[in-house]
């Protein structure tokens, strides 16, 4: 089992990166998660997402955020004080790592999520999503803020994001605990 020595941190952007040279069995999953297969799922000729029981694990370190989705006429957004968009407005989970982790597992990948998730009131609803989605144990570290987006939306499909990182652009994941992510027994 191969544990070089390396550091996750999370950087401006939420962009894990990894120092001290690639890893060996690291993927980039897209703008902002990296995936990490487990020793054993390197040595296994199947997985779960081919349909077939594997042992291996994929580790997806990335952000995860409370978003928030708001209709807009147009752009430019023409001013109004006050607005009523019945039944249009949105709230869910989101964030790069999240995403992907959960398109993995409703694939019926073997995925642990390593990320971060606020001590604040929106990372309550964080928690709870994880939890509902069983992507929520160990890995999951508590953070101080909750990152959020606010996404306005046109119904010609283009869209603004606005994106608050908060503490998470700045916090470095515990690398003891990524290493345990990485090499755990898929029980846990």
Known sequence: MCQPPFTVRVAAGLLPQVWRGALPGWSFAGAGAWLVRSADSRRQATSRLDGAQS????????????????????????????????????????GVGYNVAAALATLGGWVRLATFAGGDLL??????????????????????????????????????????????????????????????????
């Open 55 to 94: 042992a291996g694990v994929i580790v997806v370190a990335g952000v995860t955020n409370l978003q928030f989705g708001v209709p807009v006429d147009g752009f430019p957004v023409a001013y109004a004080p006050v607005r009523y968009p019945q039944g249009q407005t949105g709230v869910r989970v989101a």
């Open 123 to 188: 990372g309550g609803a964080v928690d709870d999503e994880l939890r509902a989605r069983g992507l929520h144990g160990p890995w999951v570290m508590a953070g101080q803020e909750t990152p959020r987006s606010v996404i306005l939306h046109e119904p010609g499909g283009e869209r603004m994001i606005w994106t608050d990182l908060r503490g998470p652009s700045q916090a470095v994941y515990p690398p003891g605990v990524f290493a345990e992510a990485r090499t755990a027994p898929t029980g846990r």
